[in-house]
């Protein structure tokens, strides 16, 4: 029950798996908050804490909204043809912003802010998925530190842009080598996701990692493989310190 | 180096009727998740909901549910935090109005009422009538029919095919865990006859009916504070291939979060 057939396979997120990124932003935007809650497992400088209430936060402004490009040329899934199939059909990222991590564990809270250029708002308006992805492997990582999909995470995702604001909710992937299984363009990665040991995040307070212990055994499938389960919002970020 | 107590760690293990908290730790319930309602006079629609529990693990009580426990945390004090647009409302439950409970026997928790025990939210219920009597939501968990949702379901099956860690996880309510699935919150009983497209995680029950939401409502220092789901399984399609019904509803997370010791 928990393998997905070829079928459903082929709704997985193709973003971020070849080339340069282009942007193509609008011309006037405005100030935007993204946030991920969820809960496991995160190494923060020396210590790690298990099962902590983790919250990234992302500032950035929505001119930044960039459309993914191969070589100048929009990468469009072939899945989702634009206009028709459900969205955009583009798959599209915020490249700049203030990230922080911050860890909730025994009643004390740690944060990070993380040095520039290495997060991104990830968004798969064809598939589905939104989230925060990352170069920590040298390569855009779409579903790494965290990437949502299934739950109204994935129809919102469908539905609206990263200009709207909204609140949703859906299974949590903290995974290198998102997509774990291959499909279309996607070669996959045998079925996993890779450990992020060898691969920090770099903050004011350390190295950071974000772990995945809560998945199935052996298969990783691209949607019921985590077992995890957060929240993502929107929101206009109306602080006057930013 | 922290590391769990050792009569922390006996209390996953050392289980009797009634209470089970014998050493007394401070703990605290989070659960999370997006949904509909109403706090006072402030309506909202897709808001985050954060309900939060303090209390202490000796007041964990459990009976016995099928071939599992019951367990349930009525003591101490709750609030909701609701965020729409970015701005949250927080609110303060008068005493008694919800408790935190987790059932192994079913595979659900959350957290219950007088109203009903599953509301005002319960996680990884079942979603599927499919002809048979449905007077009350969630009498049974989304596992029980061999579906698979978030790490309530895998506890529940308790079967090879999730990791260690997950199989690992405490289910007593008085040590930290995580618990996860998709989110009910509803009073009464969801619609029924639901044909949304589903993949992973099947069932016929579309958006929760509520006629009477004012005696539904639990009390706050903001006023009536109710739940009323209003997307469920209701999603038809969305994407290329048509996900919809219960593989698009709300989830969500209930944390037990219970302070390291060092030894």
Redesign the interface.
Same mark, same amino acid.
């Given at each position: *029950?928990?393998k997905?057939p070829m079928?459903?396979r082929?709704?997985v997120a193709l973003a971020f798996v070849v080339g340069a990124l282009v942007a193509a932003a609008p011309a006037c935007g405005s100030p935007m908050?993204y946030t991920a809650?969820?809960?496991t497992n995160i190494k923060i400088g020396d210590h790690t804490y298990?099962?902590a209430?983790v919250t990234i936060v992302f500032k950035g402004d929505t001119s930044d909204i960039a459309n993914v490009a191969v070589g100048g040329t929009l990468l469009a899934?072939g !899945? +989702?043809p634009a206009p028709a199939? =459900? =969205?955009v059909g583009y798959f599209k990222y915020l490249p700049k912003g203030v990230v922080t991590i911050s860890a909730r564990?025994? =009643?004390g809270t740690i944060t990070a802010t993380l040095l520039p250029n290495q997060v991104f708002v990830a968004f798969d308006s +064809?598939? &589905?998925g939104i989230g925060f992805g990352s170069y920590v492997t040298g390569n855009p990582e779409p579903a790494y530190p965290v990437g949502f999909t !299934?739950? #109204?995470a *994935?129809?919102w995702s469908?539905?609206n842009d990263l200009t709207t %604001? &909204?609140?949703?909710?859906?299974?949590a992937f903290s995974c290198i080598g998102y997509p774990p299984n291959g499909i279309g363009a996607a070669q996959g990665n045998n079925d996993a996701c890779t450990a992020p040991d060898g691969y920090p995040l770099y903050s004011n307070v350390g190295h950071v990692y974000i772990y995945q %212990?809560?998945?199935?055994?052996?298969h990783i499938s691209n949607? &019921?493989g985590s !077992?995890?389960?957060? #929240?993502f919002?929107i929101? %206009?970020?109306?602080a006057t310190d930013d | 180096m922290k590391t769990r107590n050792w009569t922390h760690r006996l209390l996953g293990s050392a289980l009797v009727l009634g209470t089970i908290g014998v050493q007394a730790a401070p703990v605290v319930y989070t659960l999370q998740t997006v949904g509909d309602g109403k706090l006072g006079s402030y309506p909202f629609a897709e808001a985050l909901i954060s309900i939060v529990q303090v209390s202490d693990t000796s007041h964990v009580v459990a009976t016995p549910s099928g071939s599992g426990m019951l367990f349930v945390n009525k003591a101490g004090y709750a609030r909701v935090t609701i965020v729409q647009n970015g701005k949250p409302v927080v609110a303060k439950f008068e005493s008694g109005q919800i408790y935190v409970f987790y059932d192994t026997g079913k595979g659900i928790a959350g957290f219950g009422s007088a109203i009903s025990p599953t509301y005002p939210v319960a996680l990884d219920c079942s979603n599927t009538v499919n002809g048979t009597p449905y007077t009350a939501d969630c009498q049974a968990g989304n596992a029980l029919n061999n579906y698979r949702d978030g790490t309530l379901s895998a506890l529940f099956l308790g079967s090879a095919e999730f990791t260690q860690q997950t199989l690992a996880l405490p289910t007593s309510l008085a040590q930290s865990t995580l618990l996860t699935g998709h989110a009910h919150m509803c009073a009464v009983t969801y619609t029924v006859g639901n044909s949304a497209n589903t993949f992973e995680d099947f069932g016929d029950l579309g958006t929760c009916v509520d006629p009477a939401p004012a005696a539904h409502t639990l009390m706050t220092d903001h006023g009536g504070f109710f739940l009323q789901d209003m997307v469920g399984g209701s999603t038809v399609s969305v994407g290329p291939n048509g996900w919809g019904g219960w593989d698009t509803s709300n989830v969500g997370y209930l944390r037990v979060s219970v302070p390291e010791i060092d030894d």
């Open positions: *029950m928990n997905e079928a459903r082929t709704a908050v809650n969820f809960v298990h099962n209430s899934s !899945l +989702c199939g =459900g =969205g564990s025994d =009643g +064809c598939n &589905g !299934l739950g #109204t *994935m129809s469908v539905n %604001p &909204g609140n949703m909710s859906g299974s %212990p809560y998945t199935t055994q052996g949607h &019921g !077992l995890n389960r957060g #929240t919002s929101a %206009p970020n109306t | -």
